[in-house]
T-cell receptor, first 112, second 115 residues
Framework: SQKIEQNSEALNIQEGKTATLTCNYT??????LQWYRQDPGRGPVFLLL?????KEKRKERLKVTFDTTLKQSLFHITASQPADSATYLC???????????FGAGTRLAVHP | KAGVTQTPRYLIKTRGQQVTLSCSPI?????VSWYQQTPGQGLQFLFE???????NKGNFPGRFSGRQFSNSRSEMNVSTLELGDSALYLC??????????????FGEGSRLTVL
């Protein structure tokens, strides 16, 4: 069955450092992969989408990579700030009208 | 442009009761998806509606149902509530559900507590 794995343990980093979150998937051949941010008690907010033919995508301090051979996406936040503290969810999907399935998310805590 | 609106935001029910949650998508969005989120299970897909038709369904019992109206507003219903139904129920809309560009826009959720 399709499986999405994200680090279940919280990631604690110091302000100003780069945070790297991992999303691995199995039994999937996604054409796209999305990343969302979720704050406690709030709905997820879309951050970035990367296509299978894109190796890397950037948006301000965010960078996402997509390796279809390793079946992995990495999500980087450079110059991290305490305001970046949240849970980050990945969602690989095949496109079309398939349902969007999310990983369990990784909680990031950025300490001053 | 107004975002996705979910009502009610918070509600408390007792076991055996039923509940109806409402979702108004972003204007022009025709696809509405529902998710259940609990600490232990994360975001679980319930169902997706497009043009008043259920197009995708998750692995939930028949007590969970939904519908979509001609104005794209959607409701979900949970009958015979169980303690395990306590969760944050999230609604998300997208333009056409085609997903090729995109993102889901989530509401703030309805927090259901079953006592």
């Amino acid at each position: 069955s399709q499986k999405i794995e994200q680090n279940s343990e919280a990631l604690n980093i110091q302000e100003g450092k780069t945070a790297t979150l991992t999303c691995n998937y199995t039994n999937y051949s996604p054409a796209y992969l999305q990343w969302y941010r979720q704050d406690p008690g709030r709905g997820p907010v879309f951050l970035l989408l990367i296509r299978e033919n894109e190796k890397e995508k950037r948006k301000e301090r965010l960078k996402v990579t997509f390796d279809t051979t390793l079946k992995q996406s990495l999500f980087h936040i450079t110059a991290s700030q305490p305001a970046d503290s949240a849970t980050y969810l990945c969602a690989p999907f095949s496109g079309g009208y398939n349902k969007l399935i999310f990983g369990a998310g990784t909680r990031l805590a950025v300490h001053p | 442009k107004a975002g996705v609106t979910q009502t009610p935001r918070y509600l408390i029910k007792t076991r055996g009761q039923q509940v109806t949650l409402s979702c108004s998508p972003i204007s022009g969005h025709r696809s509405v998806s529902w998710y259940q989120q609990t600490p232990g299970q994360g975001l679980q897909f319930l169902f997706e509606y497009f043009s008043e038709t259920q197009r995708n369904k998750g692995n939930f019992p028949g007590r969970f149902s939904g519908r979509q109206f001609s104005n794209s507003r959607s409701e979900m219903n949970v009958s015979t509530l169980e303690l395990g139904d306590s969760a944050l129920y999230l609604c998300a809309s997208s333009l056409d559900g085609g997903m090729d560009t995109g993102e889901l826009f989530f509401g703030e959720g309805s927090r259901l507590t079953v006592l």
